[in-house]
């Protein structure tokens, strides 16, 4: 529930997931940072929300020194070297974290790391949830919320992502079989 809510979204590309978290979510106000100068000048100039929502250059391993209710983590420890320094900055500025990132358990994704151009160009490495749930607990996180989602994987045909969004909410409530064949981790923790 982000009503009334003061937003950090880390890793924010472009803005579009931004605004629609503002547009749907109503919070109070969205603070939105990346590191890429092209992105967040693309998302100023698509950004209706001005007064409210505030896109800026930013590295996550130096965060403002402003307090937010919830840090959004959407996409990014997989591009990170550091991904455990960058969750102790995050554990500074926010009361609650959501991190949404690919599942590091998922053997399909582990191969397409291993061959995909794209993903060996970019550097690309999912992290298991045990281990993105220990760097939680390490910055003295409690787990409030995980789930195991998805099972349609980017550039899937048509006829083949329509089939897995019929079996996908079965599967995701399968224990087990969700951890290994879903494609993103999804994890809201507090901080103490």
């Not at 969700?178 to 923790?189: G, K, M």
Request: aromatic fraction near 10%.
């Amino acid at each position: 529930n982000l009503t009334g809510k003061k937003v950090f979204d880390i890793g924010c590309g472009d803005g579009v997931y931004s605004l629609q978290l503002f547009a749907k979510g109503g919070p109070k106000s969205i603070l939105a940072i990346d590191p890429s100068v092209e992105a967040i000048r693309a998302a100023k100039k698509n950004n209706p929300f001005s007064r409210k929502v505030t896109f800026k250059v930013g590295n996550i391993y130096s965060l403002p020194k402003e307090k937010f209710d919830i840090a959004i983590v959407r996409g990014v420890l997989h591009h990170l070297y550091q991904p455990e320094k960058a969750m102790r900055q995050i554990s500074k500025v926010a009361e609650k974290v959501l991190i949404i990132e690919p599942n590091g358990y998922n053997p399909a994704l582990k191969v397409i790391e291993k061959i995909s151009k794209y993903h060996i160009e970019h550097e690309e490495k999912s992290y298991p949830p045990c281990l993105i749930d220990q760097w939680i607990k390490n910055n003295s996180g409690t787990i409030k919320f995980r789930k195991f989602a998805g099972l349609v994987p980017f550039f899937c045909p048509d006829h083949l992502a329509s089939l897995l969004k019929r079996a996908e909410p079965i599967i995701e409530k399968i224990p087990f079989l969700n951890e290994i064949v879903c494609a993103q981790y999804y994890v809201v923790y507090d901080l103490k």
